[in-house]
């Protein structure tokens, strides 16, 4: 449980596995970082998988970590921890390929906006709740999968939109079912692999160098409106109703 690395003919596989909906803790939004700044230092490395085990790709945070923490540390822990790993897909030395299943929601966004690369199983979707959650974030993520008008139509009403969809868009490189999503993400990651490591480096350098939009900078200014929120106390709230429906639902 928690993120593992495997690496194998210059792919390393990182997989997260934290049930039972992937929904990250503060420590581990800090391992994945860890997991992916450490693969793309590998030399022996050209591509990287990233991946998850069990219903879904990723849920977000932890809520019921930060609403069962005694002040606003898990709060900044987890904003912290998810900047930490966004940047660290971003920063990987080496082109990163998302695999994504079943839902990929708030934190999940972050990771896949990010990445080089996605491909998806027939039955991922991508969305951000957060304004149910009475947080904002990761809407810069979310702007690099899909046009500006469906990203506010989407922040707004936190609808969630298919696989297939961001097909259409060109963010999702190819639709797989389920039970071949791996192995179309290694091959993906393969075929980069086999490249020169070192032009492959400077590919990815010299992309990241020409994006219109500094992902970290406009990723940490978002975060500067969910402390607004928790301060007004419309964080609180929505994060306590959240965690008792998910009771209720038990």
């Not at 909906?21 to 998988?49: F, Q, S």
Request: proline share 3%; with cysteine; hydrophobic share 45%.
């Amino acid at each position: 449980m928690g993120v593992s690395t495997t690496t194998r003919d210059g792919v390393a596989e990182i997989v997260m596995d934290a049930p039972p909906v992937n929904a990250l803790t503060v420590a581990g939004w800090y391992e994945l970082a860890d997991a992916l700044l450490a693969a793309g230092r590998d030399p022996e490395v050209g591509a990287v998988v990233l991946r998850a085990e069990g219903r879904g790709f990723n849920a977000g945070v932890d809520i019921k970590e930060m609403q069962s923490t005694e002040g606003h540390t898990a709060l900044v822990g987890a904003n912290r921890g998810c900047y930490a790993a966004f940047a660290a897909v971003y920063d990987c030395e080496v082109p990163v390929v998302a695999a994504v299943h079943g839902f990929c929601l708030g934190g999940g966004i972050g990771l896949v906006g990010n990445a080089d690369i996605v491909v998806a199983s027939q039955d991922a979707y991508f969305g951000l709740p957060e304004v149910d959650r009475g947080a904002l974030g990761a809407a810069t993520h979310l702007a690099r999968l899909v046009p500006q008008h469906l990203m506010r139509a989407m922040v707004y009403t936190c609808r969630n939109v298919t696989a297939d969809e961001l097909h259409r868009h060109g963010s999702v490189l190819e639709v797989v079912p389920a039970d071949e999503l791996r192995d179309k993400a290694m091959e993906v990651a393969a075929s980069i692999a086999a490249k020169d490591r070192y032009v492959i480096r400077r590919a990815k350098e010299s992309l990241n160098g020409i994006d219109p939009v500094d992902v970290k900078r406009s990723y940490r200014y978002e975060q500067g409106f969910t402390f607004e929120l928790n301060l007004t106390g419309a964080g609180d709230a929505h994060r306590d109703a959240f965690v008792a429906a998910s009771k209720e639902a038990r």
